[in-house]
């Protein structure tokens, strides 16, 4: 009995010892993590609000994540669903920490309304350190001052004005008609990689002026990727590191762009047999500006490779999946000449126009803007506070806009009914900002009728001259920096037989 009564002592000691260790090796870390995130959020709530200003209102409902890293790490890792998951708990407004700073996000028209007409008194637009440099004073989207970018975006608006837009079409024409063949030709490509050289032959020769054969094309793309990929880097300036790699084949790129300069400027202008970019730009700008011109093209070139060929990509992936959509595109084409084209026949192909949109709608190529907060001021009963990053969200509100029913379905009818954002009108003054795929006020974006036609005369071109098949149809998207399939989208191409 005793044995017993001892031994019953020792083992309710034992499992007592177990459970107190068990529950500071388990529980420790996780008060530890608990108590961690917690001090993070105080800090970041109370301390580095930085103004008594609406002191009244609450920051909006999030979390941050953990010191300086902030929640960076998952949102890398979820992709599209660390915002979904947090819109659907926290609504429209919200904080979170990613890329190192505070940050609001923010979605719905009236809010992006809100946001993107309030640009040099409540926010500023906001690019990483790196990026700055590498983008150089004299990109417009780099400039702070007001005036300045007014002027300069004035400008640079005459680049893609009908005229020029119509002296673009026969290159784009030429370029996509080059590849498709190309991709006859090889049975099996990648459409991700395909698209992104697409886009960059067509950057260089319509913005740039090169005439890019084969091996200039290489030797060009190489240099580019080359800034690209080293240029969303840590900002040290010192051999080995990103931002030095990114800098020296800008340098590179502008040497390339000034060799252009210098052939263009031999020839008198009434000869001059390119439309470009760059050649407009000469014209226009005098002998002391021709460093502000090539920062220019260069600046042109990155805003509208990444976004076009995401669009292009996605294109093929959607249409890929939906082949009746493909039938109606054929059908409203019939047996029209595609190769005499001019702007004023594309309200004809209405359907195609109708795709190119909702494929901008369900992937936007770019998911959101980020703004500085230059003042605090209210969102929704919300203080949205000064020196925080806030940024609005373009796929965010595509998806839960009121607007569009079944939104995440594939739909270019839905076009049929909406209204026309194209236009800015006293009656859409707000509602246009439901489809915000070139953002809005001061800093939309410049080459967003450059973008249209390219996407146009690529679905009309591509439906009409060949047949290809997704090899995956339910590949999965990435979306950082820009959408794309994980897998690369791999395609079986082949020319269609009677494309009349
Ligand atoms: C489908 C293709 C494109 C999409 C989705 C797109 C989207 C956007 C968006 C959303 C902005 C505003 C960013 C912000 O608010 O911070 C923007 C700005 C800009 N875009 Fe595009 N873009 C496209 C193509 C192009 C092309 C082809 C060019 C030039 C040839 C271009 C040049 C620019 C420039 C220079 C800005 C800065 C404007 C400023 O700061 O005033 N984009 N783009």
Redesign the pocket.
């Known amino acids: 009995m005793l044995i017993d009564f001892i031994y019953s002592v020792y083992s309710y000691i034992f499992s007592c010892y177990v459970l107190y260790w068990g529950l500071v090796i388990v529980g420790c870390p996780a008060i530890v993590h608990v108590l961690i995130k917690f001090c993070w959020n105080y800090y970041i709530t109370l301390w580095c609000v930085t103004d008594n200003e609406l002191s009244h209102l609450p920051i909006p409902p999030g979390t941050l994540g953990y010191p300086f890293i902030g929640e960076t790490i998952e949102f890398i890792r979820k992709n599209d669903r660390f915002y979904k998951s947090r819109q659907d708990k926290y609504g429209s407004v919200y904080r979170t920490h990613v890329l190192g700073r505070p940050t609001i996000r923010v979605s719905g028209a009236h809010n992006l309304r809100k946001i ?1 007409m309030s640009e040099n008194s409540y926010v500023s ?1 906001q690019w990483p350190p790196s990026i700055r440099k590498v983008l150089g004073p004299y990109a ?2 780099m400039m702070d001052d007001i005036h300045e ?1 007014k002027e300069r ?1 004035r400008l ?1 608006i005459n680049l ?1 004005l009908p005229d020029a837009l119509n002296d673009h079409i026969p290159i784009i024409r030429k370029t996509i008609k080059h590849f498709i063949d190309e991709w006859c030709q090889k049975g099996k490509i990648l459409g991700y990689p395909q698209c992104r050289n697409l886009a960059f032959i067509m ?1 260089a020769k319509c ?1 740039a002026g090169f005439e890019c054969d084969n091996e200039m094309g290489n030797e060009l793309s190489t240099i580019y990727q080359s800034m690209i990929h080293n240029m969303f880097s840590l900002p040290i300036e010192l051999p080995g590191f990103g931002l030095y790699k990114a800098l020296k084949a800008k340098k590179q790129l502008i040497q390339r762009i000034s060799e252009n300069i210098q052939k263009l400027q031999n020839i008198p202008v009434d000869d001059r047999k390119g439309v470009s970019a760059l050649d407009f730009l000469l014209r226009e700008e005098d002998e002391n500006c021709r460093f502000k011109t090539c920062e220019s093209i260069v ?2 070139m990155f ?2 490779h990444d ?2 060929s995401s ?1 292009m990509c996605s294109c093929l992936m959607f249409l890929g999946k939906y082949p009746n959509v493909i039938k109606k595109v054929r059908e409203e084409i019939g047996s029209d000449d595609l190769d005499n084209l001019t702007l004023n026949d594309f309200p004809k192909y209405k359907y195609a126009y109708n795709v190119t949109k909702e494929v ?1 709608r369900m992937t ?3 998911g959101a ?2 703004r500085k907060v230059l003042k605090s001021f209210q969102l929704e009963g919300y203080k949205i506070p000064k020196g925080w990053t806030v940024a609005y969200g ?1 796929r965010d509100t595509h998806h839960t806009s009121p607007l569009y029913t079944n939104s995440d379905v594939f739909n270019p009818d839905r076009w049929d009914d909406l209204p026309n954002f194209d236009r800015i009108t006293p009656d859409n003054l707000e509602t246009r900002y439901n489809y ?4 809005g006020g ?7 009728d ?2 249209k036609l390219v ?1 146009k005369l690529f679905v009309l071109h591509v439906c009409k001259s060949c047949d290809w098949k997704l090899e995956n149809k339910d590949a999965e998207l990435y979306y950082i920096p820009v959408p794309r399939a994980v897998d690369g989208l791999p395609l079986v191409v082949q020319k269609r037989k009677n494309n009349d």
Do not use: N
Not at 436 to 439: D, H, L, M, P, V
């Open positions: 993107l637009s417009l989207s970018h975006k640079l893609f950057a913005l600046e042109l805003a509208s976004t076009t669009a901008l936007p190529p770019v803007g980020y373009i915000a795929t070139f953002g001061p800093r939309t974006c410049i080459g967003k450059f973008a996407l």
